[in-house]
């Protein structure tokens, strides 16, 4: 383990050499501020890194691990953070001009958790304006001709590009699962309300997810037990149990996915659509029982009812601000904003009826398997630094708050890589991930991009 | 008991009647529709009295009963339901002169739950034009010169007046307690969602509450018991255990009570400040611990925050009519969905979050006491037949969905009831229940209007 780049270990084998003292924070640190060195002139994965304030940290954990207090799970790990979570004492500008220069007085609750179980805030991931859809300045490592994805664009590139071993990311529509597809790792976010949302920039309060980008499902899990929980600061924060998603990693069964081909193969392009059907026989051949679902009728509203709350919840947040400054909004944040402000009441409340209608019929969809199966994106990243890509395959499920991964699960004709997605049932964060970590061992697909 | 004239019985004593064979349901009916013929000229409860098929339900009833088969712990007993409750083949006219003659083809779940526990349906009583503030024909049964209150003028009035020992309302703001408090009988609300809405005419669907009014807390809990629960078909139905409120009523103890004084009693008039004032007293000599509790900041806004989602939300349900026959509504509906039409999507979705701060803060209150304690209305019933009186007691909590019920404690001056209401913590309507039966042990205060 110890003969590998540190910038190339899992968390967890991080930790396990931390812990064991074959390996010091400030190394692992610095391996990664090294590999920052390298690429970040081609990729353009930060807004900001603190390389001061991560190495100091870095030299206390370290030090404490000597004296035998080990704060939690992530104790001496470095971290990015896309760049609308609150941090204080750190810039946080959320992609956009007008907060140019913002620092934060307090943390968001999810870095208030990480700092106590020992993680290091690496810096600060580019960002998409208000994680909307204008093209943030990243690059895909894997082309840097194509988009990373978006809005967490910052967050997939670096992960992708052992620029460090997770950053958090948000997700709306696709913004965390759809740069975790387009840069061949591990993108997960669960349940809506199951991580706090309290100091992370909001674009619609009631779809915004705090997702999580990493190398492999473990490391997911991993992330996602030091964070998650209720937190009464974040008005719609879940007050129910976090399940013990670690437990569940080890006490895997070969599941029963239920294939969606209905609207999603539409979605995806010839390539994505045969891959996910081989996908799908790799994992029945390996035990799973794989069958197709039937959506719920009128499923594909929910791109609909997506539109519409994420226009009224943002121009609710911006109105002020929006008023008096339009001009420095970017223009696909600023029609969705526009468009906002233009809508009733009465629409707002009979499309959050809508939603409602869905959730119940979709939660019963997702009571027949342990997860449903659809293709990663609809296809690799395009070759457009303009776009973010499709959110098309991400945003039913995000509209209606499940908990969902992507896994890379291969590379396309063109070598840019090609993913799936699983959508688990509400609440039940550890069932999805046990399922996608069967995938992943199952698979066996570990992808790098060409960094040296 | 059975020397009582069968009206005058509770639930409970009219079931142990029927059960040991000293009463039959027919004669029970009767007893009602004699009760019924006396009184409904002056009154005016009832928007139809289903005689016959009351009469044929309850003498299969008591065949049954015969056979030894009892459906549940409603078997035999009649009550009344507001008249926005879906009755499969009898008419449900919402208080709409434009629903007059409609016919649902289907029963609200509430019926069919009332009819799988052996309760029999007397009749529909009037309500408020779908449950707003346009007053019903009813009066109050203590002076008919009085409001019976509102929206569930009819149901409160007809319980008041033995007509039928419980009835179903509604309540949106104060339409069930308020009622309750002017006719000098028990109103009970549960946890918003806690009865299932499905097939009741909707005023707002985030707030409008099934209510029940019967003459004592243990009859409220026996129907509470027998409806309560989870029903897939209503989009806010609560997806949680229903609390066993009938083992709580045996478990009393000394309750801790918070007096709100606080903008209550400055919504109070002199005697129901002073009246209020003596019962805590009581309460507090009785053994229980009353201490003044001071509400969150901004507690108020709740009543604009009710204002407006219950504008835009019956807006949003009747905008097709609406935009067609505005006309045929009358002034306070039609000015509260005029209103709801203008207000934009923003503002409502800025309004729904402040409703979840207060949610939040009101809760946190909660915590500390088994419930609250508040006059119960302003005073005694108006002595105005155009208004049904003023929510303002009862509007805020309803507002955020918590569990409620108002006691008859004592007459005014001008021989009308006075009343408390007490407020629970959420989800646990069989605390507040247990705690409104040893208030209403305690104060000893049985009220029966002149009827004879």
Redesign the interface.
Known sequence: MINKNPCELTIKEAAVALTEGELTSVKLVNSYLERIEAMEESIKAWALVDREGALKAALRLDQELTQGQRRGPLHGIPLGLKDIFYTAGLRTEAGSQSWSGFVPSYDATVVARLKQSGAIILGKTHTTEFAHQDAAPTRNPWNTSHTPGGSSSGSGAAVAARMCPAAFGSQTGGSTLRPAAYNGIVGFKPQHGRISAYGVVPLS?TMDHVGILTRTVEDSALIFQAVAGYD?QD??SLNEPVPDCLASLENQQEPRLGLVRQHFFDQANEEMQRHTEEIAELLRQSGAAVEEVALPSNFTELHEINRIIMS??S??YH?KMFTKHKEQYRPKIRETIGG???????????IL?AR??QR?EVG?LLSQVDALLTPGAPGTAPKDLTTTGDPVIQRPWTTIGLPSISLPTGLGQNGLPLAIQLVGAPLVENNLLAVARWCEQVLDVSLRPPLD
């Open positions: 309060w009464p008005l719609h009224v919840e121009a609710a109105q906002g402000l233009t809508i009733p009441a009465t629409e707002y409340a009979r009826q409602l209608r119940a019963s």
